[in-house]
């Protein structure tokens, strides 16, 4: 058996002091989170996130080490703690203290793939909201010097918009630049919420919600659960460079993002399988329209929720209509998380177990080789699926979402396998692919959808 591609050399402690410390109750993005973790058990990882990013140039420990510490300093969401009080949850800004980094010597492996391991490992273990840092760090030579910077983080301290901003400011403080402070941190947008015009544009929100979860369906599937697997939850993947071409395609040709032709075409094939009229989807929204959250490092992230009545007609219609439910979730997935809980309660049971989340930050794939949009079908030989994981339990029926590549779309599915097998996840993944690439040709009824995707038979009989 081999060993790990790296092998440890020594601990460093890298001290901070920011401009301010503090205490303040959780954002609306935060609570999001917050909510959850008290579902999960103690110490569960779900909500950590790897990351590596890399060292450019030909610094020293100490300038990648004090480069840290500047990251550390500029942002309160990354010396922030989270706590349950009496009055509500709260994050407590520390101003000042130290964050341990271990320094790793690469082995056998690239620094990257070493970093990417090592920060696997690190998110292994969750968090201890209320006395740990956010973020976990080590640093991976080779050669003597730092090649890469391998973390974890807690998804209450950044998104993936965050992770983007905190790559860039990287790239500038290793190169010496100064940047300017910033001017908005998740201690403002708390402040902000509890204001007039932020209590107002939450209560927009929920009026919203009430409108649509009054016509919305009490159950996902009228089938009744099966025998799952053991882990009851499956989650599988594809990378399909002829996704990415159709739907880029596709966004051009019909006047809509690439994200609403992949939201459309998963609540539609969901709806085809299910033989509902009307697709019902929590669309988790970056809610980064508000000019002064774009250079937040924080979470903004919460559910909005999508709604699509399909129409008569082609897969055509449906996406533009599916485009235009898309912008109007945006503005409404901005709201205080538990008055929502308390809503959904009110109206009585909806099932909302079923998910889309479009994690890129970079639009349309901007590395995928311009030629290939030429004939989207010829790179159906290339594409992949596979097997990502399984869990005992997750607050989910059906989850569809991105992933970051710029150059090839990856597309995940997670199942309850009690309702929708792993044979059948598979076959969602694949009919996206088939129907996209379809639509770049011809014009696609809804009517046949089930039949051109294969999914006729994708249930077992069962479950019919």
């Known amino acids: 058996m081999t060993g790990p591609p790296f092998a440890w050399l020594r601990s460093a402690t890298v001290e901070f002091t920011g401009e301010r410390g503090g205490e303040a109750p959780l954002t609306w993005g935060q609570r999001s ?8 058990e103690d110490g569960d990882p779900y909500f950590n996130t790897p990351w590596v990013l890399p060292v450019p140039g030909r610094p ?9 510490g500047t990251l550390v300093e500029r942002h309160e969401s990354l010396r922030t703690t989270c706590q349950e009080t009496p009055e509500g949850p709260v994050q407590r800004i520390a101003s000042v203290g130290r964050l341990t980094v271990e320094i790793f010597d690469a082995v056998d492996a690239t620094p990257r793939q070493a970093a990417a391991e090592l920060a696997g490992e690190l998110a292994t273990k969750g968090f201890d909201y209320a006395a740990e840092l956010p973020l976990r760090c080590a640093v991976v030579t080779a050669d003597g010097r730092p090649r890469a910077l391998a973390l974890a983080l807690s998804h209450l301290a950044v998104d993936a918009w965050a992770l983007d901003l905190l790559a860039a400011e990287w790239r500038r403080l290793l190169a010496g630049e100064d940047l300017p402070p910033p ?15 932020g209590a107002e544009r939450g209560e927009r929100a929920l009026r919203h919600w009430r409108s649509v979860l009054e016509r919305a369906p009490g159950t996902l599937f009228d089938h009744p659960p099966g ?5 009851r939850f499956v989650r599988v993947g594809m990378e399909s460079a002829a996704v990415a071409a159709a739907a880029r395609v596709l966004a051009e040709r019909w006047s809509v993002s690439t994200t609403s032709v992949l ?22 929204v970056g809610n980064r329209h508000d000019p002064r959250l774009r250079d937040m490092v924080g979470t903004a992230v919460q559910d909005g929720l999508f709604v699509l009545d399909l129409p008569d007609g082609m897969f055509a219609d449906a996406v533009r209509a599916g485009h235009r439910q898309a912008l109007i979730t945006y503005r409404h997935a901005h709201y205080e998380p538990y008055a929502m809980m308390a809503l959904r309660e009110e109206a009585g049971p909806v099932d909302l177990s079923a998910y889309f ?15 290939a949009t030429l004939d989207p079908a010829a790179l159906t030989g290339r594409t992949k699926t596979f097997f990502v994981g399984a869990w005992a339990e997750v607050d989910a029926k059906v989850f569809f979402a991105t992933g970051p590549a710029t150059h090839t779309c990856q597309l ?4 309850d396998t009690a309702y929708l097998p792993r044979s059948t996840a598979y076959a969602l993944l694949r009919g996206v692919e088939t129907l996209l690439v379809r639509c770049v040709t011809e014009e696609v ?8 995707c294969g999914l006729t038979d994708a249930l077992p009989e069962e479950m019919r």
């Open 227 to 231: 025998t799952p697997e053991d882990p």
């Open 412 to 415: 995940y599915l997670l199942t």
């Open 33 to 40: 989170i917050w909510r959850i973790t008290r579902w999960l």
């Open 183 to 197: 001017a908005w941190q998740p201690m403002d947008q708390a402040a902000f919420e509890r204001s007039g015009k």
């Open 445 to 452: 009824p809804l009517g046949r959808v089930a039949e051109i």
């Open 60 to 68: 020293d420990l100490d300038t990648v080490l004090r480069a840290l």
């Open 357 to 371: 989340n479009d994690v890129r930050t970079v639009p349309a794939w901007p590395n995928l080789p311009a030629q």
């Open 263 to 284: 939201l459309t075409a998963s609540a539609v094939l969901l709806a085809t399988l299910t033989a509902r009229g009307t697709a019902v989807m929590q669309f988790i």
